[in-house]
């Protein structure tokens, strides 16, 4: 079974310019997140979704970051404009029915930000 | 937010064992204790998780206090491939079910 999938892995970007990642969860899964991790940090977490509706997006800073997850299947993380504090590697999560798994995650390989 | 204290690292000679604490000082009733790991240019994966009992599944053992305000990560036998920073978290439940703040975490170092 493939796992959860996150592209683009790597991004260079001049400050100001937009952005986006895209992630496919685990096929069944209603739970997503988007982690954002900085180096040398556990993973925060920005939002998360239960089927298409952002149940917890108290995190995300919503002046420049924006997060869409339209049929509750797919989910897009946009940042515009970037800025050089950016830099990081943006993780995405899926997982089951909480009351089954009780938050048992399986994260994407992440994909890394550089803003320059 | 659930918080969790772990030594920043660790050090381990391939084959032995290993035991990872974590203080959990904030944990209720109903939360949930969970470990991930990260090696390195990946995401975290799932260890284990437990509520009161202690814990086996084939990749460690999870050994919770009385008290629930300790756990320890066992890795019976260490081998290269588990050098990994090791998260521990409480679920928080209530509102923020299912949300698992991460801490700094653990480097685990595996020496052959």
């Known amino acids: 079974e493939a796992g959860v999938v996150q592209s683009p892995r790597y991004k260079i970007i001049e400050k100001k310019q937009p952005v986006a990642f895209w992630c496919n969860p685990i096929s069944g899964h209603n739970t997503l997140y988007w982690y954002l991790q900085n180096l040398g940090q556990g993973p925060e977490l920005l939002i998360r979704y239960e089927n298409e509706e952002a149940v917890d997006d108290s995190q995300l800073p919503k002046d420049r970051f924006s997060a869409e997850r339209l049929k509750g299947v797919d989910s897009t993380l946009k940042i515009q404009p970037a800025e050089l504090g950016d830099s990081a590697v943006y993780l995405c999560?899926?997982?089951?029915?909480?009351?089954?798994?009780?938050?048992?995650?399986?994260f994407g390989e992440g994909s890394r930000l550089t803003v320059l | 937010d659930a918080k969790t204290t772990q030594p920043n690292s660790m050090e381990s000679n391939e084959e032995e064992p290993v035991h990872l604490p974590c203080n959990h000082s904030t944990i209720s009733g109903t939360d949930y204790i969970h470990w991930y790991r990260q090696l390195p240019s990946q995401g975290p994966e799932y260890v284990i998780h437990g509520l009161t009992s202690n814990v086996n599944n084939r990749m460690a053992s999870l050994a919770i206090a009385e008290d629930r305000k300790s756990s320890t990560l066992i890795l019976h036998r260490a081998t290269l491939r588990d050098a990994a920073v090791y998260y521990c978290?409480?679920?928080?439940?209530?509102?923020?079910?299912?949300?698992?703040?991460f801490g700094q975490g653990t480097i685990l170092t595996v020496h052959p």
């Open positions: 978290m409480d679920d928080a439940g209530g509102t923020s079910y299912g949300k698992l703040t």
């Open positions: 999560a899926s997982s089951l029915d909480l009351a089954h798994r009780r938050g048992e995650l399986f």
